[in-house]
Structures are given as C-alpha cells and as structure tokens.
C-alpha cells in the first residue's frame, strides 16, 4: 500500500511540473488582477454588500417575509455577499441549478461550478416575485428576491452531486432531511456578516494580506492541524510546481461538517494557539465560513474555485478528500485518489494548479519523511489512530509530540474536559 501511494505521489508530481510551464504562460485562467494575485473565478470579484443604511431599510421593509437561517443557510448568505461564490450574485435560479447538477456548468457562460448553491424553505405562500427578510440568531444577514421557487428532485441532486441517493451519505442526509421542501433562487442583497465566534476575512481581506505576485498553496481541512498536517502543508511549498517564494494559506472550514467532527468554535481555537506557536512567516490563516457537503470529488472542485475567490493560486488535493463513510458498513463512498483526478481534471479550466497531499509518516532514525523513503530506506514506522488519539485524551494521556503540537492538544482536552 504505501508504495503504491508513492508511485501515485510521484506521478502526480510529475504530471504537476510538467504542466507547470504551459498554465502559467499560457491558460488565460492565470492572468492576474490589476494587483498581481490571480482573478477571481468568472474574472469579478462580487461584493453584494449594502454599505448605506437607508438602502438596507428600504430593503427590509420591501420583505414580505422573513425567515430565520440555519447554519448552512447563513454560511451561503455570507459566501454569497463577499463574493466567495464569485461570478454568483444570489442563490441559484432553476435553470442554474439544473445545469451544474447535470454537468457541474454556469449556463450564462459555461463556468465550471461543482455544487448547487440553493436556499431551501417549507413556505407554501411565498411566490416568484416576493422578498425575504434572512435573519440568522435574530440578526438581519440579507435580502433575498425570489425569482425562482420549486419542489427539486432530491434524489437525482443527490445522485448525480454525491454519487450516490442512499441515506448513508451524510450529505444525502443533509439534502434529505435537512432542507425544506421547496428551493428559492434569486437576487441577493447582503446586510450584515453573520456575528460569529470568530472572525472570517472576506476574499477581499484575504488578497490584500497575501503576498503579490507569488503562488499562493492552500490548504483545507475541517480538523485540528496536527504535526503530519503541518509537514504536508510546509513540504507542499517546494512541489515542482510551485515557485520559489510561495506561502500558503491555511484555509479551515468553520461552518457545518459531520455530526461527529470536532464543533467549529473548538477547531478555532487549536488554529489560534497554533499559529501563535509556529510564528511562520511563510503561512497565513484565515477561516472560511463554508457547511461541508463530504461531496468528493464535486467537493474539491467547490473548494478549488471558492479559493480562487480568495487568491490562492495552488490547491493541496488530500487523498480521499471531502470523503465519507457509510454509517451502516463504514465503507468508503469514494476512492482514494478520486478527488485528486477530478480536481486534476478540471484545474487548468479553473485557471488553479493542484498540489497532490504527500504521503509522510513518522520514524525513529528520520523523523517525518515520505512514506517511499521510508520504505526503501528500511526504517521504523510510528502510527497512531485518530480512534487511539481520542481515547487517549478522554483518559488524560500523554499524547506523543510527533503526533500532535502540545498546544493543540491542550485546547483539545480542555474540550474534552468540558463536554
């Protein structure tokens, strides 16, 4: 297994330099702003923002109808209105939505885009035509004109985004059971940025913080950064594809994951006492307000060009990324290297390089290497399980430094201590 995993990296390597050369001087996706950082997708970062107060009182009182967001809804209002969906400018109409969960394509002009961006509803008076006031904990977040409203075949959105329609797949769940039964797309207005815990910088922060004129690796996750993490994001920095002087953007997902994955507020924190700790000047953090749909493949094509939006040139492609497991058999829904083909499909379209996640393990005699070389040198592998780790914890353990950073594990007892 692992030197197969190998072979894959180093092909993927490969594959990565020697497109590295043609896409930077040629694919039309690569040219920058007037800033030097990569153009957002569609070539327009959208602000749907209202600055001026008055304006945002005229539009709450043209609302018909109001509606309190759950969190997923509020993730996409807030994606939505600081252009992290960028070239959309509201939830998706009908037409819209068809197309990309037939082909994952914009229709007004062909853009790839990997999951429909909907809100949903159980209100039977609300009609095409009307506004709605989305509030979210009581706070006024935007202003939706509905232009489209429809009962969706959930079952063929499930199949054709998810790859498959059995309610073993959280995200099926989601769309399932979750969502109300009528969608709503249309014009959005942005009032307020949801009052969170923690701070999200908008697309437009983020590209001012980040460096111009450099590669820009991200990295995503839904998990607290352990020492593995850190060697595979730092590593990614001299890929054959990425140019001397790059810097990634440590990019975590902070809205809804699975029910099982470790609360929002808590993963937070570990980012926080982390970042302080390494005081690295080559990588920078932010925190994206985006509901995980453990979509796959559709998923890291979602993630690569919402990153896009916030200037990241190259995406590090985990194995099994955005994966999930049956609740029943715990098999796995997707293959190991099925996100990392398809995002290597579709990344030069997207005007995005892909960076394959290395495969490093923890030995005796080296340290973190990669697994190739640990192999072909002979040398003592160290696992431990995230089932081991977590038991650990609970029974107040002392967790290996080569497996997690001392403060992260701190925040992460405290939690454990606490719940």
């Avoid at 460096?211 to 990295?219: K, L, Y």
């Avoid at 640990?374 to 080569?402: C, N, Y």
Wanted: charged fraction near 25%.
């Amino acid at each position: 297994m692992l030197q197969l995993c190998a072979q894959r990296f180093q092909g993927l390597l490969g594959k990565c330099a020697a497109y590295s050369h043609r896409l930077y001087s040629a694919h039309p996706a690569f040219q920058a702003d007037g800033t030097g950082r990569i153009l957002p997708h569609g070539g327009e970062l959208v602000d749907l923002l209202v600055p001026g107060s008055h304006e945002k009182m005229d539009l709450v009182k043209s609302c018909k109808y109001t509606q309190e967001c759950s969190d997923r809804n509020a993730c996409d209002v807030e994606l939505l209105s600081v252009g992290g969906f960028s070239p959309l400018k509201g939830f998706m109409n009908r037409d819209v939505y068809e197309q990309v969960v037939a082909n994952m394509r914009l229709p007004a002009n062909n853009l790839i885009f990997g999951l429909p961006v909907v809100f949903d509803t159980n209100n039977e008076r609300i009609k095409e035509g009307d506004r709605m006031l989305l509030k979210y904990k009581g706070q006024d977040i935007g202003v939706l004109e509905v232009e489209s409203k429809w009962v969706p075949n959930k079952a063929r959105e499930t199949k054709e985004c998810y790859r498959t329609s059995s309610l073993e797949h959280p995200g099926v769940q989601m769309v399932s059971m979750e969502r109300g039964k009528y969608y709503l797309g249309g014009k959005v207005w942005g009032l307020e940025l949801p009052k969170r815990e923690f701070p999200c910088a908008t697309p437009r922060v983020v590209r001012a913080m980040l460096p111009a004129d450099q590669d820009v690796v991200v990295f995503q996750c839904r998990n607290p950064v352990h020492r593995a993490h850190y060697e595979l994001f730092t590593r990614a920095l001299h890929a054959p594809n990425v140019r001397p002087g790059a810097v990634c953007l440590v990019h975590p997902t902070v809205g809804p994951t699975q029910d099982d994955d470790i609360p929002g507020i808590v993963r937070y924190h570990t980012y926080e006492v982390l970042k302080a700790e390494l005081q690295n000047p080559a990588i920078f953090w932010a925190y994206l307000p985006y509901s995980m749909h453990m979509a796959g493949p559709r998923e890291a094509i979602q993630h690569m060009l919402i990153r896009k939006n916030y200037g990241c040139t190259h995406f590090i492609v985990g194995r099994d990324m955005a994966g999930s497991k049956s609740c029943l058999t715990g098999e796995d829904f997707y293959g190991l290297y099925d996100a990392q083909d398809f995002a290597n499909k579709y990344a030069a379209e997207l005007g995005m390089q892909t960076v394959p996640s290395a495969d490093v393990v923890y030995t005796e005699e080296r340290g973190y290497v990669t697994a190739d070389i640990a192999k072909k040198e002979g040398l003592h592998v160290r696992k431990l399980s995230g089932t081991k780790f977590r038991q650990m914890l609970r029974g107040g353990e002392d967790i290996p430094e080569w497996f997690a950073f001392k403060s992260v594990v701190n925040v992460l007892r405290a939690h454990t201590q606490s719940s």
